[in-house]
């Protein structure tokens, strides 16, 4: 079953792909069927600029609780370099 989950943001940085590093413009998040992945479902995160090709991207399939770790740990690391940034 297809989920049709899919959520696209506007992001600013950089990602390393088959053609070395690249200029990111967009991020997109998603829950459908994985590609490479073991389950038959898998969150998945590209992130790309399309303006570049579509060479210029770089996907990651995760199952569920790898996600969620991950968002964890991005938490506790934005939460982090925040408060780094509020006493530089």
Same mark, same amino acid.
């Given at each position: 079953?297809?989920?049709?989950?899919?959520?696209?943001?506007? !992001? #600013?940085?950089?990602?390393?792909?088959?053609?070395?590093?690249?200029?990111? #413009?967009?991020?997109?998040?998603?829950?459908?069927? +994985?590609?490479?992945?073991?389950?038959?479902?898998? @969150? @998945?995160?590209?992130?790309?600029?399309?303006?570049?090709?579509?060479?210029?991207? !770089?996907?990651? $399939?995760?199952?569920?609780? #790898?996600?969620?770790? @991950?968002?964890?740990? @991005?938490? /506790? +690391?934005?939460? /982090?370099?925040?408060?780094? $940034?509020?006493? #530089?």
């Amino acid at each position: 079953m297809c989920t049709m989950i899919a959520m696209t943001t506007a !992001v #600013s940085g950089a990602g390393k792909g088959a053609n070395g590093w690249f200029p990111l #413009s967009q991020a997109t998040v998603g829950y459908d069927h +994985a590609t490479h992945g073991a389950g038959e479902h898998a @969150l @998945l995160i590209d992130f790309a600029n399309y303006g570049l090709g579509v060479e210029a991207r !770089v996907a990651v $399939e995760l199952d569920l609780p #790898s996600g969620k770790a @991950l968002l964890d740990q @991005l938490r /506790a +690391a934005i939460e /982090a370099a925040e408060a780094v $940034e509020a006493t #530089s």
